[in-house]
T-cell receptor, first 118, second 110 residues
Framework: ETGVTQSPTHLIKTRGQQVTLRCSSQ?????VSWYQQALGQGPQFIFQ???????GRGNFPPRFSGLQFPNYSSELNVNALELDDSALYLC?????????????????FGAGTRLSVL | QKEVEQDPGPLSVPEGAIVSLNCTYS??????FMWYRQYSRKGPELLMY????GNKEDGRFTAQVDKSSKYISLFIRDSQPSDSATYLC??????????FGTGTRLLVSP
């Protein structure tokens, strides 16, 4: 177990709806990254949050947004859901030092939230 | 062309076999290399982490990185049925995004 927890585990939504996914990072970690994993594919980077601000973003539209809270937990919000948004959404936590650098880039993943859009 | 290429398999081997899993990549800026194991409907679990080139061994697992060839490998010795899973290679140039391969599905039969 990594100590990264995600909720809910499963979610079913209809096209056009909005969804919020939640992640609690591992104790001692200050950075959260979100990934989308379609069936049969590797995870794709959505964005990363460090010090409560977005710190890098992948090739995802603005309807994918997020938040990081002072306790380092995070939310992923997706608006105007599309059928192709059906996937496993993974949260990963890591530790970045106060200078904004990391001697290692080890990200620990939660079990994910499986989103189905009908 | 994808930044990271990985054969999706499935790769089927008998118990006790040595397994070789590989990835190639195109971005010469990558310096952090990882292998994750993912069981069905679970999150990826970190197996091996390597910085820059070289070999790293941990129990039955050995990771190799050849930056000159842009090629990384994971070897599993004495494979067990419990090793049956999808193996994902991942790499990055910084502490931000990880770039993953498609994953190779491994099946180890008793």
């Amino acid at each position: 177990e990594t100590g990264v927890t995600q909720s809910p585990t499963h979610l079913i939504k209809t096209r056009g709806q909005q969804v919020t996914l939640r992640c609690s990072s591992q104790s001692g970690h200050n950075t959260v990254s979100w990934y989308q994993q379609a069936l049969g594919q590797g995870p794709q980077f959505i964005f990363q949050y460090y010090r409560e601000e977005e710190n890098g973003r992948g090739n995802f539209p603005p309807r994918f947004s997020g938040l990081q809270f002072p306790n380092y937990s995070s939310e992923l919000n997706v608006n105007a859901l599309e059928l192709d948004d059906s996937a496993l959404y993974l949260c990963a936590s890591s530790q970045v030092d106060s200078g904004g650098a990391a001697t290692k880039n080890i990200q620990y993943f939660g079990a994910g939230t499986r989103l189905s859009v009908l | 062309q994808k930044e990271v290429e990985q054969d999706p398999g499935p790769l089927s081997v008998p118990e006790g076999a040595i397994v070789s899993l590989n990835c190639t990549y195109s971005n010469s800026a990558f310096q952090y290399f990882m292998w994750y194991r993912q069981y069905s409907r679970k999150g990826p679990e970190l197996l091996m982490y390597t910085y820059s080139s070289g070999n790293k061994e941990d129990g039955r697992f050995t990771a190799q990185v050849d930056k000159s060839s842009k090629y990384i490998s994971l070897f599993i010795r004495d494979s067990q049925p419990s090793d049956s899973a999808t193996y994902l290679c991942a790499m990055s140039a910084s502490f931000q995004k990880l770039v993953f391969g498609t994953g190779t599905r491994l099946l180890v039969s008793p």
